[in-house]
């Protein structure tokens, strides 16, 4: 019938270079089927990389990352006290003496005149770099006392851990006092005494982590290679349990600002005339209940702020880590 469709082998049967019964030239439809391919081959996903998928977790966690800039902001305005602090810690009004909050005077003066929010600025230096240095030591002497424990076991992991279940039944608050009234107050021993009272955490932590990945395959193809006991626990272990050790990392920071706060405020704090946020405190702690009493919401606030921030930046570092989460699935 001269109405029928042309039947479909015409365009199979059509030379190449020729055009078909509907127009097409049979040379164009293998181009087209490769085109095809090409973009089915472009489609498919992208394998990422750990620190990749971490990232993505991290920045899914919306607290994590305004703790993230919290923490940023007070690390710059602290640090950088010299260039955005209005007036210098240690300059006194004598004639204004202790007067509320108001626009010269954003947090008050203190009964020496001395600027709330200026030594507000100073005194964060103290404190952050305690809670840093504290973290950092602890971190780093718990996860080697922790990896070895568990890499080695036996009399290596009896003895460790016996020395680590030691140092956690010694009263913490009145070893800091002996050895603060000892060696003195300063933010050198301070940090010294808290990383020697908050490195066993972390070890206990490591070792049970490590005993849950020293006998698996990568690690028995590692040592069958040659490597030694030291490169395998530095090179193959410790990269796959960074995530544990980071979140306690932060959390350690938090721990040791409360307890620096801790110390300063029943008077074993850094010695004047440095001064941390724990300090100011103890300095206001009379006042609670009077005119005064402003002088005590700075110092809190500013702790209280910072211990949360730390807090939910360890949340958002362990979920970021651990690819089971359900709040990432």
């Known amino acids: 019938m001269s109405g029928e469709t042309p039947d479909h082998r015409s365009l199979v049967d059509s030379p190449p270079g020729s055009a078909g019964p509907s127009g097409l030239i049979g040379s164009e439809l293998v181009p087209s089927a490769s085109h095809a ?7 498919s996903p992208v394998a990422r990389s750990q620190w990749a998928l971490f990232r ?3 920045l899914r966690h919306k607290m994590a990352l305004v703790s993230l800039g919290v923490l940023a902001f007070l690390f710059i305005v602290c640090f ?22 108001r626009m010269s005077h954003w947090f008050g003066t203190d009964e020496l005149g001395r600027d709330q929010l200026s030594r507000l600025l100073y005194a964060g230096r103290i404190s952050l770099k305690i809670g840093i240095a504290v973290a950092l030591i602890s971190t780093v002497f718990g996860t080697a006392i922790g990896a070895i424990a568990a890499y080695f076991g036996k009399a290596t992991d009896q003895t460790l851990m016996r020395l680590t279940d030691l140092f956690l039944v010694v009263p ?24 020697g009272l908050f490195w066993m955490y972390v070890a206990r932590i490591v070792r049970g982590e490590v005993l849950g990945i020293k006998e698996k395959e990568f690690i028995e193809a590692a040592r069958a290679s040659g490597a030694s006991s030291t490169r395998v626990i530095v090179r193959h272990i410790v990269p796959n349990i960074f995530g544990p050790i980071m979140v ?13 706060s801790t110390l300063s405020y029943l008077g074993f704090g850094v010695e004047p005339p440095q001064t941390s946020w724990g300090n100011m405190l103890s300095q206001a702690s009379g006042y609670v209940g009077t005119d005064r009493a402003y002088l005590i919401y700075a ?13 939910f930046l360890g949340d958002g570092l362990r979920d970021a880590f651990d690819p089971h989460t359900d709040r990432h699935q």
């Open 37 to 43: 391919f090409d973009t089915a081959a472009h489609a």
């Open 299 to 311: 110092p809190g606030f500013a702790i209280l702020i910072t211990v949360l921030a730390v807090n």
């Open 172 to 195: 913490a608050i009145a070893i800091l006092a002996i050895a603060l009234e000892r060696f003195g107050s300063g933010d050198t021993t301070i940090i010294l005494v808290l990383a």
């Open 56 to 58: 993505r977790r991290f």
């Open 248 to 260: 306690n990392a932060t959390l350690g920071v938090a721990l040791a600002i409360v307890a620096e």
């Open 80 to 101: 950088g006290a010299n260039l955005v602090a209005p007036y210098s810690n240690t300059e006194q009004d004598l004639l204004l003496g202790p007067v509320g909050p």
